[in-house]
Nanobody, 127 residues
Framework: QVQLVESGGGLVMAGGSLRLSCASS????????MGWFRQAPRKEREFVAA????????YYADSVKGRFTISRDNAKNTVYLQMNSLKPEDTAVYYC????????????????????WGQGTQVTVSS
């Protein structure tokens, strides 16, 4: 069983930055790719970023490329999402998720690739 707990959300002005963290329990952290998704009000949950089990490969949604950076520290069982140049359209609840496998790729955008989810953390970007 894997438990994921996100933190770091909050209210920020447009153009500002936030860093989200996701702490994972369990012994399988380094063997799993990890992903971040988000869900805005009245919208479906969408993929944001993913990172492979050893951190050697990353994958991003076009909407966040160049602004967001996903990273992980396997010694701390934690994955991060550094968000810069935030825009009001980035406002959403952000979820981290543990992939069933080690690698990232096109399948990382599919929510069904993930079998564990955190409870989410709210990010609000004001204009």
């Amino acid at each position: 069983q894997v438990q994921l707990v996100e933190s770091g959300g909050g209210l920020v002005m447009a153009g500002g930055s936030l860093r989200l963290s996701c702490a994972s329990s369990g012994r399988t952290f380094s063997s799993r790719a990890m992903g971040w998704f988000r869900q805005a009000p009245r919208k479906e949950r969408e993929f944001v970023a993913a990172i492979s089990g050893n951190g050697g490969s990353t994958y991003y949604a076009d909407s966040v490329k160049g602004r967001f950076t996903i990273s992980r520290d396997n010694a701390k069982n934690t994955v991060y999402l550094q968000m810069n140049s935030l825009k009001p359209e980035d406002t959403a609840v952000y979820y981290c998720a543990a992939d069933r496998g080690f690698y990232t790729g096109v399948s990382s955008t599919d929510q069904h690739s993930y079998n564990y989810w955190g409870q989410g953390t709210q990010v609000t970007v004001s204009s």
